[in-house]
Every structure is written in structure tokens, then in C-alpha cells.
């Protein structure tokens, strides 16, 4: 449109202030149109200290605030734009978003008010400055007027058409001592994620959240014989704690963290550790990103990752040692009552015979009872908790080539006994060369 179209410069023009203003327009628009497309979001609140003190009176004030709006215009206050006035908290005002405004630039309409009496709502206000001379060894000092933005606290119940605005706080109540109280968790429309103490604590929060489940993970994969008993799925969990580590300790480092960025980084990690952690192995597809509305977008995808990394992981197969007894007989305590309720209980046999022959005679010579009672099985030729050639290796339990697997049979009377005693006995009739038995209990197996 012709507001924003390039004015024309000829020799001998008659030159009036609207050419420069018509200039200053054309510059601002080629500028946005440059820049605007190169990323999404780029404007929000980069820096913001409200005054604590005034809080204590009744009142909404700002220190420091740096950003841009979302029409464009960047404001450095107190540097380069007046802090706005306080704004007075009634004590109806509950619940309520405070926004940051300032009037929108329209065409044909005044952007500069020459004089604050005016009390013109316009973009800028006329101030008188002294401009020295750039140039080295000139003393002399030009005042000038120069426009600041006119910027004004308002609550969002008072209407704010006309006005770019930017969410700054929200308000919960002004108590009986005259003190507002802000929400604590409300996120203003920041494009910086340090300008939002939320935002910082969510950063700090999950890299604490991630260091812990990997240690727990490697500890728990650096135990002797772990690291096939936890499957493929410790290692793809800690992949993914390893590499999201890595990613927010980076993002700590950095001065500035868009809060869309941040969120694409959480919303990548809670679907990849859902392959892992949820029931149905697909993620809970998190709200789109809201740039003016960030609290809803992270609130759930932080509490998805929290429940995610603070889950208690158990190990699926838990290996029951089992130690040697005079006359063959062989003993494992099973120290975690709840395998007796929950798990499956696999024997993995290897021997200096062929595999088939293992398979087929182990039922036969095997007896398992508890501790008490294996010595009358083994003497009197007693039948103990049967056992049973298992199709496949269990993928839950370390693989050993040569290995034969047996399930027991936990609904067995003698596997009661050992259910009792919380110790399990084992022997093999007759001699089996180079026969290696090991016992193992997986979790969520149970029949």
C-alpha cells in the first residue's frame, strides 16, 4: 500500500517533514519484510524485573524490560523507552493477565504527541535531547526532540484493541495488606527462555531429572551379568537419557533459548521415551505450541516427562544365585517375596552333552522343593515342582550359546514350600558331565 511504498527523491523537491516520515516507514517495512519470515514467534518479552517493592503497596511495576513486540517495534526499558506508570491493582482485579501495550501504528493517524499535556495516545512521545557531535574535536551540542514509546500497563479485562500487546504477569489477588500476589508459574510471552524464571527452573529441573535416571540406568547395567538380563530397553533408555542430557546442558549454556525451540527439544523426548515407558509404546501428543500461551504447552509436557523419569524401572529378569550344597544339592534365596506373585521361574541349563539330550532328560532327573523338604524328595524318589522345555530362550535373560531353558511349574504343592521359605533347592539325579544351572525369575511373566 502507498503507506509504506518508497518516496521519491528529485532535484529541486521542496522538502517537508511527511518525505522522512514516508522514508522511515518504507525502511521499517523493507526491515520486517527481510527478517520477518526467518523464524517463527521472533517477538516476546527478552527481559523483565518487576519492581518487588511496589507489589507490597498495591501496585504493578516495571524495572527492567527488554524485547520486542509482535508488530515489530523493539523497547529497552528504562534505556530507551520510560517505564510505564504502575499499574494500580484493585482489589476486584483477580486472576487476571497484565499486559504490556503500546498503540498500533495506523495509517493517517498521529504517531508522535509534541507535548505530554496533549495526552494524545499515541506511539511516541516528544523529548528534548542534547546531541553532541560525533565528530572528534567538534564541542558543540545540538538539542534535538526524539520520540519514546508511550508504553502503558493494562489488564486484559480493560480492552486492548488498538494496542500491540505482550502478556507480562497474572495477577491472583490484592490480599488484605494491600500485597498482589502473581501467579508464580505464569509464563509471559517471552522469546527468551531466561527472561522466564519457569522456563529456567524447567531447564534446571530436567537436567536433574536426566542425570539421575542415567546413573540409575548405568549402575544399574554395570552389575555383574546385567547387561543381558535388562534387555534391549535399558540401553534404548539410556540412549535417549544420554542424548537429552547432553542437549539441555547445552541449552543451559546458551544466553538465549527460544521457548518453541526449548518445547520442539521436550515434545521429542517425551515421545521418544514413551516407545519405552508407555503402556501402548506411542506418545501422548502434546497441545501445539503457544507462543502467547506457553504455561498451558509446558506445563504438560514436563509433567508427562516428570511422571516418565521418575518411574521406577525394574529390572524384568532377576537373576537368583544359587550356591552348592554337599550331595549335588544346590540353594537360592529369593529374597524379593514379590517374584513369588509377579514373575515367571526359568532354570537355564548347560551341559558337556547335546542340547536334545539335556532337554529331554533334565525333566527326569531334576527335583526342586524348598530347602526343608529336597532331601526327603532326592531319598525317598519324591516327584518336586515339575519343569518344562521351554520353546525359545526367554528374550528377558542373558543368551548362552549351548543353553537349554525349562519353565517350573510355580502352581506345583513343593514350589508352595519353597513359596514358605523364600529358598529354593535343586538337584540333579545321576551324572550329567559339566552341568551349569542357573535360575532366573522374570517379571510380568507369571502364569
Request: charged share 20%; net charge negative.
Amino acid at each position: 500500500m502507498t503507506w509504506e511504498n518508497k518516496p521519491v527523491w528529485s532535484e529541486g523537491m521542496f522538502l517537508r517533514p511527511q518525505h522522512f516520515q514516508q522514508f522511515e516507514r518504507f525502511s521499517t517495512a523493507q526491515l520486517e519484510a527481510r527478517v520477518g519470515p526467518l523464524r517463527s514467534h521472533a517477538n516476546g518479552i527478552a527481559e523483565l524485573r518487576i519492581d518487588d517493592g511496589l507489589l507490597k503497596t498495591g501496585k504493578l511495576a516495571i524495572v527492567r524490560c527488554t524485547g520486542i513486540f509482535e508488530d515489530g517495534t523493539p523497547f529497552r526499558i528504562p534505556d530507551e523507552a520510560a517505564a510505564p506508570l504502575p499499574l494500580e491493582v484493585s482489589r476486584d482485579l483477580r486472576d487476571t493477565v497484565v499486559h504490556l501495550c503500546v498503540p498500533l501504528a495506523r495509517p493517517g493517524t498521529a504517531d508522535v504527541a509534541l507535548d505530554k499535556s496533549a495526552q494524545a495516545e499515541t506511539r511516541f512521545l516528544a523529548h528534548e535531547f542534547e546531541a553532541a557531535d560525533a565528530v572528534y574535536g567538534a564541542a558543540s551540542r545540538v538539542p534535538l526532540n526524539i520520540g519514546r514509546l508511550q508504553l502503558s500497563l493494562r489488564a486484559e479485562s480493560e480492552g486492548l484493541d488498538g494496542y500491540a500487546t505482550l502478556p507480562l504477569a497474572r495477577v491472583v489477588e490484592r490480599r488484605a495488606d494491600d500485597t498482589v500476589t502473581l501467579d508464580q508459574g505464569f509464563i509471559p510471552c517471552v522469546i527468551s527462555a531466561a527472561a522466564s524464571p519457569a522456563l529456567t527452573g524447567f531447564l534446571s529441573e530436567l537436567e536433574g531429572l536426566l542425570h539421575q535416571r542415567g546413573e540409575a540406568i548405568a549402575g544399574r547395567l554395570g552389575t555383574p551379568g546385567a547387561k543381558g538380563v535388562a534387555d534391549i530397553t535399558d540401553f534404548l533408555m539410556l540412549m535417549a537419557v544420554n542424548r537429552a542430557e547432553a542437549m539441555v546442558k547445552h541449552l543451559a549454556s546458551l544466553p538465549v533459548v527460544h521457548p518453541a525451540d526449548f518445547y520442539g527439544m521436550l515434545c521429542v523426548l517425551a515421545a521418544e521415551i514413551s516407545t519405552i515407558t508407555a503402556s501402548g509404546n506411542r506418545p501422548q501428543f502434546m497441545p501445539l505450541y503457544s507462543h502467547r500461551e506457553q504455561r498451558v504447552c509446558f506445563d504438560a509436557v514436563m509433567g508427562d516427562l516428570r511422571r516418565s523419569l521418575s518411574a521406577v524401572f525394574e529390572q524384568s529378569a532377576v537373576a537368583i544365585p544359587l550356591e552348592d550344597r554337599a550331595y549335588g544339592i544346590r540353594v537360592g534365596q529369593i529374597s524379593d517375596r514379590s517374584l513369588f506373585t509377579g514373575a515367571a521361574f526359568v532354570l537355564a541349563a548347560r551341559a558337556a552333552v547335546d542340547t536334545e539330550s539335556l532337554r529331554a532328560n533334565l525333566p527326569r532327573r531334576a527335583k526342586i522343593g524348598s530347602v526343608e523338604h529336597i532331601r526327603d524328595l532326592v531319598m525317598r524318589q519324591l516327584p518336586g515342582a515339575d519343569i518344562f522345555p521351554m520353546p525359545s530362550e526367554p528374550r528377558q535373560i542373558p543368551f548362552r550359546a549351548n543353553s537349554v531353558y525349562f519353565s517350573i511349574n510355580t502352581r506345583h504343592e513343593q514350589w508352595q514350600t519353597v513359596r514358605t521359605s523364600g529358598a529354593v533347592a535343586l538337584h540333579a539325579a545321576g551324572d550329567i558331565p559339566g552341568l551349569e544351572l542357573e535360575l532366573w525369575a522374570i517379571r510380568g511373566s507369571a502364569s
